[in-house]
């Protein structure tokens, strides 16, 4: 099973679609209820959790093997990297004790985002 979040952006719905087309088992995680309704029929299943809430997170996660994750964009009215820096550090938190990653996975924490010079980036990965 796959877990993306950013399942309902341009990237992250690509990669739920092409996962579909191979037939893979997905689940898209939103926080929003209001937004499960693109993806039924699809195949997809659809989990509620929020990224401020790394309990429930961990708990979607301990649904997967793999991971395909996007930090969702701070709102530009405050201090966006305060908030993207939040929201990573409670990602890496959910992912503690979750078993992704298990069996040759990793968690790289080290690698700069390409968009903005030394903000920390999560990857999961084989």
Same mark, same amino acid.
């Given at each position: 099973?796959?877990?993306?979040?950013?399942?309902?952006?341009?990237?992250?719905?690509?990669?739920?679609?092409?996962?579909?087309?191979?037939?893979?088992?997905?689940?898209? !995680?939103?926080? *929003?209820?209001?937004?499960?309704? $693109?993806?039924?029929?699809?195949?997809?299943?659809? &989990? #509620?959790? +929020?990224?401020?809430?790394?309990?429930?997170?961990?708990?979607?996660?301990?649904?997967?093997?793999?991971?395909?994750?996007?930090?969702?964009?701070?709102? !530009?009215?405050? *201090?966006?990297?305060?908030?993207? $820096?939040?929201?990573?550090?409670?990602?890496?938190? &959910? #992912?503690? +004790?979750?078993?992704?990653?298990?069996?040759?996975?990793?968690?790289?924490?080290?690698?700069?985002?390409?968009?903005?010079?030394?903000?920390?980036?999560?990857?999961?990965?084989?």
């Amino acid at each position: 099973m796959m877990i993306i979040m950013g399942a309902f952006g341009h990237v992250g719905s690509e990669v739920v679609k092409a996962l579909l087309r191979e037939e893979q088992e997905v689940i898209v !995680v939103t926080h *929003d209820p209001g937004h499960a309704w $693109r993806w039924e029929g699809t195949g997809a299943q659809v &989990a #509620l959790a +929020d990224v401020n809430d790394p309990d429930a997170l961990r708990a979607v996660f301990r649904q997967g093997r793999r991971a395909f994750l996007l930090n969702p964009p701070a709102a !530009v009215d405050g *201090d966006t990297d305060k908030t993207e $820096r939040r929201t990573v550090a409670r990602l890496l938190e &959910a #992912l503690k +004790d979750s078993g992704l990653g298990e069996g040759g996975g990793r968690v790289d924490q080290r690698r700069p985002s390409r968009r903005a010079p030394g903000r920390p980036e999560c990857a999961l990965g084989a």
